[in-house]
């Protein structure tokens, strides 16, 4: 993992990747170069919180409706808030068929939150994952346009 992540680090993030209008959602992250099964693709950026500070600050964006799809669990007591400082990989829409995972990875002992591609990425691919939201009532009509789409995020 230590090794996938220092490869990851060597080539610059805008020489692997960009962000373009995409068809699924407003703005998508695209690749600029191929990615094999497995290869790191971009880490997850932000604010590392504790879980408690997270739960205030959910609350908070429910309440400006931004929502709470830029929070993401590292470990247990561990959350990263990619709301105001998320790096490109904030703009990596949802897709009920995705191409990609967000994976938490232990690097020399430090959990990162990085997106592992899950099959072969072509180079002009908008890179995905499943955001995997709870289910709710309130539903968040999904428009990725996968074979299996559910239809909602949530
Ligand atoms: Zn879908």
């Given at each position: 993992m230590a090794a996938r992540y220092r490869k990851l680090k060597e080539i610059p993030v805008e020489q692997r990747l960009v962000v373009r209008r995409s068809h699924i959602h407003g703005w998508g992250l695209f690749t600029l170069m191929p990615f094999a099964p497995n290869d790191m693709i971009v880490e997850y950026m932000g604010e590392k919180i504790r879980r408690c500070v997270a739960d205030q600050r959910e609350k908070k964006y429910e309440e400006m409706g931004l929502g709470s799809c830029y929070l993401f669990a590292l470990d247990a007591s561990t959350i990263i808030d990619a709301t105001r400082a998320g790096g490109p990989a904030r703009f990596i829409n949802h897709c009920c068929?995705?191409?990609?995972d967000a994976k938490v990875v232990a690097v020399d002992g430090v959990p990162k939150l990085v997106i592992v591609a899950r099959r072969a990425l072509a180079v002009g691919e908008e890179v995905t994952y499943d955001y995997k939201f709870e289910y709710e009532n309130d539903k968040i009509a999904c428009h990725c346009g996968a074979a299996k789409c559910r239809g909602s995020m949530n």
């Amino acid at each position: 993992m230590a090794a996938r992540y220092r490869k990851l680090k060597e080539i610059p993030v805008e020489q692997r990747l960009v962000v373009r209008r995409s068809h699924i959602h407003g703005w998508g992250l695209f690749t600029l170069m191929p990615f094999a099964p497995n290869d790191m693709i971009v880490e997850y950026m932000g604010e590392k919180i504790r879980r408690c500070v997270a739960d205030q600050r959910e609350k908070k964006y429910e309440e400006m409706g931004l929502g709470s799809c830029y929070l993401f669990a590292l470990d247990a007591s561990t959350i990263i808030d990619a709301t105001r400082a998320g790096g490109p990989a904030r703009f990596i829409n949802h897709c009920c068929g995705p191409n990609a995972d967000a994976k938490v990875v232990a690097v020399d002992g430090v959990p990162k939150l990085v997106i592992v591609a899950r099959r072969a990425l072509a180079v002009g691919e908008e890179v995905t994952y499943d955001y995997k939201f709870e289910y709710e009532n309130d539903k968040i009509a999904c428009h990725c346009g996968a074979a299996k789409c559910r239809g909602s995020m949530n």
